[in-house]
């Protein structure tokens, strides 16, 4: 008996332990990319689909509301960097940086440099890009930029701008590290041929305000086509991915729960038959079949709820230790990189959500006891003088 207890209590371990730790890995994804776009986008978005000149009255409009904490424009597009005629094409976004420090923390970000050095012939550049190109702090570097074709078009000659490295910054988000450059924004709008023209406004809210709610609300002060978008909508293909993963994970590893349950219903049965004779001597003192059926549900109960426990204990112990198992692991099989880039985060994000655990909890108790209920039920139909008998 002890070996089958054993054996249905390791499979509910088993699979809440794997319910547990894919839920918390995908949950952290999710809250993860929440609060880097967050951190490095800024909480909303000001754009029309064009390029705008007045954008410091706007900036002024935006700070007026008591819903916003700051707000910065920002240039953004792509060019062609080289170097030792090594050439890359990163994303390259222009700031006002003392504006730019008040929505993003700029300063935690740099690794390499001084940001206070960054002026408009040199440029700030991610730690994906001075790892490719071998670049450091004091390397010059050559922006091509699409202006130059348009030039060219005009019988015009643009010479690439020379351009000094300031600083190296690494914000953890694989997607912004490994492909861009930072300018400011009059040299932004130099290599774009911008004017004094923006692409959109950057806004940071008041800490506990609601940004779907405060972009609604912010949108009255803007006539179409200006539109107030919040970073979830930016990146909401991105969130229905990982949300739909995290859905059909939970539901494919729920059948470890359920084949646990399995274990559970031939460990009862087995209990039913070996103590049949008990059985029948405790219907013969008076107990009732109802009874004798909660007695063996309630060891079905018993066995969810141990499993249940020791699974959330090993679960959070692995998470705790998982970028030293997940080193291990990439060293044999390889592929850290690519799986990085692809889920855009140099460390695995965890995030424990309450509601999760709950639900994982009821579910694989229920299915535990739910497995002992029909060998209880066996067992409370027996009838005395036959469970007597019984060798």
Same mark, same amino acid.
Not at 348 to 361: E, K, M, T
């Given at each position: ?38 951190? $490095?986008?800024?909480?909303? *978005? ?13 900036? =002024? ?8 904490? +700051? ?47 960054? =002026?408009? =012939? ?9 790892? @490719? ?33 300031? /600083? ?5 988000? $694989? *997607? ?6 930072? @300018? ?19 806004? *940071? ?31 909401? =293909?991105?969130? +229905? ?45 008076? +107990? ?24 959330? /204990? ?9 970028? @030293? ?57 027996? *009838? ?8």
């Amino acid at each position: 008996m002890p070996f089958f207890t054993i054996m249905s209590v390791t499979g509910v371990v088993l699979g809440t332990m794997a319910l547990v730790v894919v839920l918390s890995v995908f949950n952290g994804f999710g809250h993860a990319i929440r609060e880097v776009v967050a951190d $490095t986008t800024g909480d909303l *978005k000001v754009m029309n689909g064009r390029i705008f000149e007045d954008y410091e009255e706007k900036v =002024d409009l935006l700070e007026a509301s008591p819903l916003v904490a +700051a707000a910065a424009p920002s240039a953004f597009g792509m060019v062609m960097l080289q170097t030792d005629n090594r050439p890359i094409v990163p994303q390259v976004q222009g700031i006002d940086v003392d504006k730019e420090r008040q929505i993003v923390p700029l300063d935690d970000y740099i690794r390499y440099g001084d940001l206070d050095e960054l =002026d408009d =012939d040199s440029l700030l550049i991610s730690s994906g890009i001075a790892n @490719t190109l071998r670049l450091r702090v004091g390397d010059e570097v050559e922006l091509y930029t699409p202006l130059m074709i348009q030039r060219l078009n005009q019988n015009e000659v643009l010479l690439p701008r020379l351009m000094r490295v300031a /600083a190296v910054f690494e914000t953890g988000f $694989t *997607k912004v590290d490994e492909n861009t450059i930072i @300018t400011t924004l009059r040299s932004m709008q130099d290599l774009y041929g911008l004017g004094e023209g923006v692409h959109a406004l950057k806004v *940071k809210l008041v800490e506990g305000v609601d940004a779907e709610k405060a972009a609604r609300e912010l949108q009255e002060l803007f006539e179409p086509p200006f539109r107030v978008s919040t970073w979830l909508e930016s990146n909401a =293909d991105y969130l +229905a991915i990982i949300e739909f993963e995290k859905r059909m994970m939970f539901f494919i590893l729920l059948i470890i729960v359920l084949v646990a349950s399995f274990s559970i219903a031939t460990s009862l049965f087995t209990s039913v038959v070996k103590k049949t004779r008990e059985i029948g001597l405790f219907s013969s003192m008076g +107990a009732t079949s109802r009874q004798i059926i909660a007695c063996f549900c309630l060891q079905g109960f018993s066995v969810g709820v141990v499993g249940t426990g020791i699974g959330f /204990a090993l679960s959070f112990a692995l998470l705790s230790a998982r970028e @030293t198992i997940i080193d291990a692991i990439f060293r044999v099989i390889g592929g850290r990189e690519q799986t990085m880039q692809f889920y855009f985060f140099s460390e695995l994000p965890v995030h424990y959500n309450a509601s999760d655990l709950i639900v994982i909890a009821v579910l694989t108790i229920s299915i535990a006891t739910l497995a002992g209920l029909v060998p209880s039920i066996k067992a409370g139909l027996l *009838k005395p003088v036959e469970a007597l008998r019984s060798e």
